[in-house]
């Protein structure tokens, strides 16, 4: 007989856990409280620029072995594109020099030991210094376990921790950030070739999700959040969505795969972080150059990194607290200006159509404090688990963390039989 599984979400963490078990023949219902599916990461038409935009730009590398095996199982690995090589063009616009960091196609960092393939003016001895971090603790800041200066610091480790940590690096957990370095800088070229979703993140990540799993049989309820958990013993008994009371079988299992703030409402007493950084992204119609690479890092500037895509350039910014309130059409030229520089526009063209997108609690705050507040997978009930990028995964909020949450909630599951 199949058993029936009820997932609570239907973000990339939720959709993950939901693959996994209709692929091992559970009855799936999936129950989202919004109007749509994909969580923080979707895509949507936008009028302002009469395009399919994302709401962020997440960048996958070819070392996420979690989010490449659930593209995999829903047949959307093609969908995944970048460039042959690990190679990452930079540009730092305060002075207009260009680098190409070259990390090769091996399994160990042996580009560490080529003068042309690493960052500009750095020696070997600038990378060694960086070996603290891999084994530090989480509960250790990053300030602490590196010296957060230097032009290897500016030029590579900065951006990198900035966008993995969505904290200012310095004051973000060690731990997160040497999970970061080992899965990617000292895994190789092999685990860090960029791959971004040229078609948009809800046709490569989300909308065949819905399809296989609707395939198999899955109800998929929008609009239906749950409002209370109704505990019978050390099991959940009955989920209560407002209009409808849903009672659960001796055999049946929730999978709870909302934001911190619903769960902590949901299960009185769980510890989750309380603290949220934003992130900033800016959509521009317009054609890229000819020449533009697919991911561009920039320093020395108010953008950080700059995405090529039909149409579209796109821009994030990590860490956008200070940039939540400014006035959009104010932080749309300043964000335009050093596009401009990086893409290498002439002058000062006028402003495109463009579109400023604010998630202002795009992640947890990637700090030691607030990772110490992250639950794991399972729950004082035998029949609940948890899923999310918040929960206590072993990376910061990223892609790869919401999939490898949900993997751990569905394997947890299949243990139960």
Not at 4 to 14: K, M, T
Not at 64 to 74: E, F, G, T, V
Not at 94 to 112: A, C, E, F, I, Y
Request: glycine share 10%; net charge neutral; with cysteine.
């Amino acid at each position: 007989m199949q058993k029936n599984v009820h997932i609570i979400g239907a973000g990339i963490s939720g959709l993950s856990a939901a693959v996994r078990l209709a692929n091992a023949n559970y009855r799936v219902h999936v129950h989202e409280a919004t109007q749509q599916t994909g969580g923080r990461c979707r895509s949507y038409f936008d009028a302002a620029t009469n395009l399919t935009i994302d709401n962020g730009n997440h960048l996958l590398l070819s070392g996420n072995r979690h989010a490449l095996a659930y593209a995999k199982s829903i047949g959307t690995e093609a969908g995944l594109v970048g460039p042959k090589a690990a190679q990452f063009p930079f540009i730092d616009i305060s002075t207009g020099q260009r680098w190409q960091l070259d990390l090769g196609d091996g399994k160990l960092p042996l580009w560490v030991f080529d003068e042309a393939r690493r960052v500009p003016d750095t020696k070997l001895f600038d990378y060694l210094a960086l070996m603290p971090l891999i084994w530090a603790g989480t509960d250790k800041l990053v300030g602490n376990a590196i010296a957060c200066k230097g032009t290897l610091y500016q030029r590579l480790v900065q951006p990198l921790l900035l966008a993995a940590l969505n904290v200012d690096p310095p004051e973000g957990s060690a731990g997160l950030a040497g999970a970061i370095v080992r899965e990617t800088l000292l895994a190789g070229g092999q685990a860090c070739r960029p791959l971004i979703a040229r078609d948009g993140l809800s046709a490569v990540l989300v909308e065949p999700a819905i399809k296989l799993l609707q395939d198999k049989g899955a109800s998929i309820q929008l609009g239906h959040e749950l409002r209370e958990l109704v505990m019978k013993g050390n099991d959940v008994g009955e989920l209560k969505f407002g209009g409808d009371t849903i009672a659960l079988g001796p055999d049946d299992v929730v999978v709870l795969a909302v934001p911190p703030r619903p769960a902590a409402a949901l299960l009185p007493g769980l510890k989750t972080p309380s603290k949220f950084r934003a992130i900033v992204n800016a959509h521009f119609r317009f054609d890229p150059p000819k020449d533009a690479p697919p991911i561009l890092g920039v320093v020395g500037g108010l953008v950080e990194w700059l995405f090529a895509f039909p149409q579209r350039l796109s821009v994030t910014i990590s860490n956008g607290d200070r940039l939540v309130d400014m006035p959009r059409e104010e932080l749309a030229l300043a964000i335009w200006r050093d596009v401009c520089k990086a893409a290498g526009l002439p002058g000062e063209l006028p402003l495109p159509p463009w579109q400023i997108v604010r998630e202002r609690r795009a992640t947890f705050e990637a700090t030691p404090e607030q990772n110490a507040l992250r639950p794991g997978t399972t729950t004082s009930f035998k029949n609940l688990f948890l899923a999310g990028d918040w929960t206590d995964t072993g990376l910061p909020a990223t892609i790869e963390g919401s999939v490898r949450s949900g993997d751990r909630a569905a394997d947890l599951v299949l243990a139960r039989r």
